[in-house]
């Protein structure tokens, strides 16, 4: 079930060609994980840029920027929504606190439906279960580590053992912190829900 996968060129090391010929190949191998979709979220001219197409990674022609240096990826093998329908595919944008933002997932969300009956979440067209994930986010109007943490345990209130596989990239000024500044990847967690 759909696979996570991207690259973060902090040192500015490779060159645009040389970044999409990398993301080609994760994309493809990632592809023994779902056929069905391939999509790609990273900043460019300071914009947030989202690229998916109902097609194998093997067929995406992926074409980067010089300036794209952090890309995430998303291999979707289709569980709900119709692939062909693209607004259904990873990765998704959406916007907290004003900053745009980019989001895929791994797995499946068993409480969805409930959660958007909860949390009166707004009618769309998108028909996937992972998507209620970018609504909880902008519902919350932020985009932290303690409206992520908040997320994780939405999304895993109904179950004891919860693990969640998402990435989430705000791409704005803290992507600039995060590449240049810090020097070191963004905080990852993995496991059971956050305590």
């Known amino acids: 079930m759909c696979c996570l996968f991207g690259m973060i060129d902090y040192g500015r090391y490779f060159t645009g060609r040389q970044r999409s010929q990398i993301l080609s190949v994760l994309a493809t191998e990632c592809e023994a994980r779902g056929t069905d979709a391939t999509g790609l979220a990273y900043n460019s001219r300071s914009e947030l840029h989202v690229y998916k197409r109902p097609l194998p990674a093997h067929k995406l022609h992926i074409r980067l920027l010089n300036d794209a240096r952090v890309i995430m990826g998303h291999t979707r093998m289709m569980t709900q929504g119709s692939a062909k329908k693209n607004y259904n595919n990873h990765t998704f944008r959406g916007s907290a606190g004003g900053f745009p933002f980019a989001l895929a997932h791994n797995g499946v969300l068993h409480n969805d439906l409930l959660l958007r009956k909860e949390q009166k979440l707004p009618k769309t067209k ?53 590449a240049v500044q810090k020097k070191r990847p963004v905080e990852q967690r993995y496991g059971s829900c956050w305590s």
């Open 126 to 178: 998108i028909e996937t279960d992972s998507f209620v994930a970018v609504q909880l986010l902008e519902q919350q109007k932020a985009l932290d580590f303690d409206s992520l943490k908040r997320l994780s345990h939405k999304l895993c209130k109904p179950q004891k053992e919860c693990r969640i596989e998402s990435r989430v990239w705000r791409f704005d000024k803290w992507e600039e912190e995060i």
